[in-house]
């Protein structure tokens, strides 16, 4: 079963991270076209970045299920001038998300009033246009700090995004954890970005909460992990990605 024609997209400019469209943006969508064709919620998503996405260029998104039923599984994959661009395997449950009980929830969660407005820098990363961002902790990019952490509320502004859409978006929204440890910028670019949904996705414009980090890097990439939590404390989606460091 594969969606008819596929979905065919152009990305502004202004989502652009550093060289090529943002991942988390690209992840959104194969996640949208995954659930769209299940008929039902996503739980889990891996999607592999195989090469930049240029703006201004059309890209084909379309989505064929492997497995159908009760658990589905569906992939998913982005094109750009007949190249393979991205690709994810998507799991799906065909009933409703039931509510969760997290272990190790923290006591208390800092509120969006106790957040710094920061703004990225747009010479760098356009797509910051599109986010809002007030950064909690002392931790900011490139300000050489002592840990790989960065901390934020984050909301999309000026943008109406499918809420999947906007979930890939928030799950990418902060820079590299890495960059809270240096001074100076760097490309790099998210290769693999795995994410499991918890609960559902804030309307877009709502408050976000994400806590991200370095959990280990070598002279080749690093991993980020990721928390995403709704105002109202719940917990959204964990996520993981995989990110390619510039050669030493």
């Known amino acids: 079963m ?39 919620p996503p739980r889990a998503v891996t999607a592999h970045l195989l090469g930049g996405v240029a703006a201004a260029t059309e890209v084909v998104v379309s989505a064929t299920a492997d497995r159908a039923g009760r658990t589905g599984s569906v992939r998913s994959e982005l094109r750009q001038d007949g190249e393979l661009r991205a690709v994810a395997q998507t799991l799906t449950l065909a009933r409703p998300v039931s509510p969760g009980i997290e272990h190790w929830a923290p006591v208390e969660l800092p509120r969006v009033g106790d957040g710094v407005p920061f703004e990225l820098p747009r010479e760098y990363v356009p797509v910051a246009e599109h986010t809002e961002i007030r950064a909690l902790g002392a931790a900011r990019p490139l300000a050489g700090g002592a840990e790989p952490r960065l901390h934020a509320w984050v909301r999309i502004r000026g943008a109406e995004l499918a809420p999947l859409v906007q979930l890939g978006v928030l799950l990418d929204a902060l820079p590299p954890s890495l960059f809270a440890v240096r001074t100076l910028p760097a490309t790099m670019p998210t290769v693999e970005l795995t994410a499991h949904l918890a609960g559902p996705v804030p309307e877009t414009g709502a408050w976000v909460r994400v806590d991200q980090r370095t959990t280990w890097a070598d002279a080749d990439i690093a991993v980020d992990e990721v928390e995403l939590r709704a105002a109202d404390g719940s917990l959204v989606a964990r996520g993981r990605q995989t990110r390619r460091l510039p050669p030493s």
């Open 2 to 40: 594969t969606l008819a024609t596929g979905r065919r997209l152009v990305f502004d400019p202004s989502w652009r991270s550093f060289t090529h469209t943002q991942g988390g943006l690209l992840v959104g969508h194969l996640l949208d076209a995954a659930a769209d064709l299940a008929g039902a």
